[in-house]
Structures are given as C-alpha cells and as structure tokens.
C-alpha cells in the first residue's frame, strides 16, 4: 500500500481495434511497434484518466481501474489542505475529507487521479534526480523520492549499486546539504574514524564531487528512471522510451534491473523501440512481463499480445535469444532466412532496388534463425505480434515433410491443402536416380581424406565431403537446377504448392538456393557472398535480373 494508503490499478484497457486486454497489478506492460505507430500515445492516452486532461483519447477507447485501500486524512491534510482550510489537489478543491472519500468512493480519478500516477517522459527524466528541497522529516511526509531516499539507507544502497554497474562510478546521497537534497557522481567516499555522513569533513570530501546534474544525459535519464521505480510510491508509472541516451549495454541493464526490482502491486507501462532494452526485460524470465505489439493502419491501431508462454518458447533457444530477431518487433516487415549469408544477399539485392528505382526504403528486418528446424518458432511467435512476415527457404524444404508442415502451419497454411500435391513431389524424387550411389560417395570421400594434409580436418575438406554426400541424393541436382528439375504432374504440384506457400509468406528460392543465382561464382556459404557483393554490380547484371525479381515479389512490389 503507498503512503497515501490507497492505490489505483490500470484493470483494463479496450483499445480501438475493439481488443481488451486485461492487467495485473504488478504486470510491466511493454508496448512495442514501428515507429508512428501509436507507443507513445497509449502512455499519453493512459495519463489523460489519471491527469483529468481534456484531451481526447486516440489509442484506448476504454479503461478500467481497481480502487484498493481508501486515501488517509492524515495525508490529505499534511499533504493537500489549502490555506483556505479546505482539501486541494493542485488547483482542484475538494472542499472536506469526507467529499474526498466519496469521489474516492464513486471511483472519479478526475481530481484523486494524479495521488496515484507518475509519468515519465523523456524530459522529466532528465531532472528528475535534480537536487530537491530537504523537509522536517520528523513532522513531514516525502513527497519526491529523493526526500523518501534521504530516509532509506537500502534504498540508497541499492540504487548506487545499480548506478556502478551501468557506468562504473557512485551516485551517492549528500545528507548534510542544508535545506538541499543532492547527489553526486564519482568514485566512493571515505568514511574515516569517527566520521559519520553527515561529519563535516566528509562533506567537505563529498562536495567535491560534481552533482548528477552536472553529468550527461545517459547517466541523468538512467538515474531519474530508478530513482523513481525504487523510491516512488505510487502504483502506476508511465516510462516512455527509457533507452533514450543509453549505450545498448544500459539499456539491456536498465530492462533487467526494471524486471527485478519493480515492486510487487506496482504496474509499469513502457514504450520502447530498444531490442536491448526489451531483451534484458526478458531475460529475466518474471512472468509479470508482457509484450504487446502496435501495429497501425491508417486510424486503428491493432494491438497483438505476446503471452508468457510465447515469450519463453522464443526465449528458451539459445540461438534465437543471441540473435536480433526481437528487432522484428520494432519494423513493418521481418524477412526470415535460414543463414546470415542469405541475409546479406537479399539485403544488397533490395538495397540495389531501392537505389535504382529511387523507392522510399522498406521498413524490413533480414534476419536469420540458424536452419530450416527453428524457422517455424520464430514466424509463430512473430505473427502472435501481427508482424508481417516473409520467410524465404531453399527448395529442398520440400524434401523433409515434417519440416515442411510445420513451417507451412506456422504461417497459417494447413499441410493437407498440399499434402496431395507434396507426394506427388516426394514420389517423383524417390524414382529419380541419384547422380552418385553409395559406392560411389565411398570411392570419393576417401580420395578426399586421402588428398588431406593435415592431421586434423580442415573445413576446407569438410566441405568437400559434404559436397559429395550432397551429390547421393536427387535433391542435390534439384538445388542446382530449382524447380525446372520437376516435370509433368510433378511441375504441376510443385507450381501449386509454391503458389499456396507464398499466399502465406513463403518464398521457395526458385533456382534451387541461394549460389545458384550467381553461377558464375563457384565458391558456397560465405565466400560466395563475399566475392558476388565485391565484384558484381548488384544492380545492373543480368544474371542477377531472377534474384531481382524474386525480392520484388517478396516485398509484395
């Protein structure tokens, strides 16, 4: 319970996209999405009920609130009684305690609301660790929390401690400052013997120290926001993109601190455009952290909530949590490869369109998830968020059906609206004879080993053998050839299959994969990449006209 001895919750919010989501007490609640895309004002829209604003509402339609405990005479007339003699809240009068209690009891946050509610946009924060004035604290409340630090030494601790390890120096707390509060930054203090914090030469030591505002805007901001999430004391806060001015390492901190030590029945809603910042939200695993993503056409804004279990699937793989495809939930479009080469590629191929065309650049994110096997996890969770996504695989996809059905589900498709025309692919292959047999590969792999050098294998070999293993298989010559290879009833599926996928967002390579655009480059993987984005004009040469065009289709131009 704060201070005040009652609390205002944000219970629920119908947004106007007709979604209602429901909150808990201590939810932190992140708002992500493209930019313009409606963030920042569902903070604003969310403060208009607390703030008695008469600003219309844009995002939120509708909210709901749980009114818990009941305000304290004593604080209102320590804190709010008028010279008058009358109860006054910043320019609004209540007239008695008892008119109070009855808005409080009609639940009206038109005057009570701003007792519960602290917003934080960007500017405040920057001062919001500015020194303040000292009270009587044996007959005052504190009313800022740098007054209700100057009385908690853990507090005081715990909010150094935080500040050391984002920028390797203290934030230390000035008791003996006279009327002021004040912090300073630098290297600890000594407390001789017989010194105390407040023994004038250990003040003296002290205020040699520059003070918070005296520091840049990444330590002010980073320190404003704690300030306020350890000290504050009431129940709603309203952060607007906390990793303003902060190196990515601070703001992942800054996400992970917020995770841990909001206090229980206190809400946060933040808007953030950080994968840092959301990451180290995450990483924490508190399942009192929800994501919900903006994604606005035209007036409506419509909101896609991650669940916990959603966030937990994404963040149980490793691969996944060290890559950047969170970033996807902050652009338009995610295009998901299976390799970090494919990214490259297809990012220089429409980078090449943009510039040639003199189109406005896409919002889109290239990224990778590591193989066939993790793409179906990452375009579930993705559209969970309503991102666009576009998935481009390797026609081999095709050749495992398990793969391929779960990818296909994944996207929205069903296997079975396929499945009849997939055997008719997996029949085909199975009667073609493979360019090399078992024999064959042995005689092969064993000149290879033969050929080595080395006492250990080089990658240089192991590439070699996995040529060769590649070449057992029919859908080694169809990755060479792509879907030219098919022929008959077989061309017939695979076209329909191929229209059904892309109706879904995904996008077969049609040359087979992705050397076989450039084949006049022998190389595979990275140095193939290398060499075509070194030497070759991506935009103008004619054998890269098919890549071209393939990209244009997968950003829907």
Known sequence: MSAIGADVFVRSITFNDNTNIQFGHSDIVVFTGPNNSGKSQVLKDIARRYMNSYTREIVTKSQGHDFVGEPTKEYLKEVSKGYDGDYKLGTHCYGTYQNAIDMWKRQDLSVLGSLFLTVLPTESRLTSSNAVNSIDFTKDKPSNPLQVLYMDDEKTKELDGFFYNAFSVHLILNKGAGSKITLHVGNEVEIKEGEDRVSSEYLKRLVKLPLIEQQGDGM???????????????????????????????????????????????????????????????????????????????DINHMSLLDNEGVRTLWKDPILRFSNILSGLFHSKVVICEADTDCRFYQSVVDSIVEKEARVSPDILFTHCGGKDRLKTVVSSLKTLNVKVATIVDIDVLNNKKTFSELLESAGGLFGDVESEWNTIDDYVKHQRPQLNTEDVKKEIETILAQETQTTLTLDTADKIKKQLRLSSAWSKIKEVGYKFFTGGAYNAYLAIDDYCRQKGIFIVPVGELEFFYRKNSHHGVKWVTEVLESVNIGEDKELEDARNFMLEVLGY
């Open 220 to 298: 002010r901001s980073f320190s404003g926001v704690l300030l306020n999430i350890i000290a504050g004391n009431k129940s709603v806060t309203l952060l607007d993109e906390p990793e303003a001015f902060l190196h990515p390492p601070q703001a992942r901190l800054l996400g992970e601190i917020l995770a841990k030590h909001t206090h229980q029945n206190r809400q946060l809603f933040i808007s953030t455009h950080s994968e840092d910042f959301l990451k180290g939200l995450l990483t924490t695993g508190k399942e009192n952290v929800r994501v919900v993503r903006i994604n606005r056409e035209g």
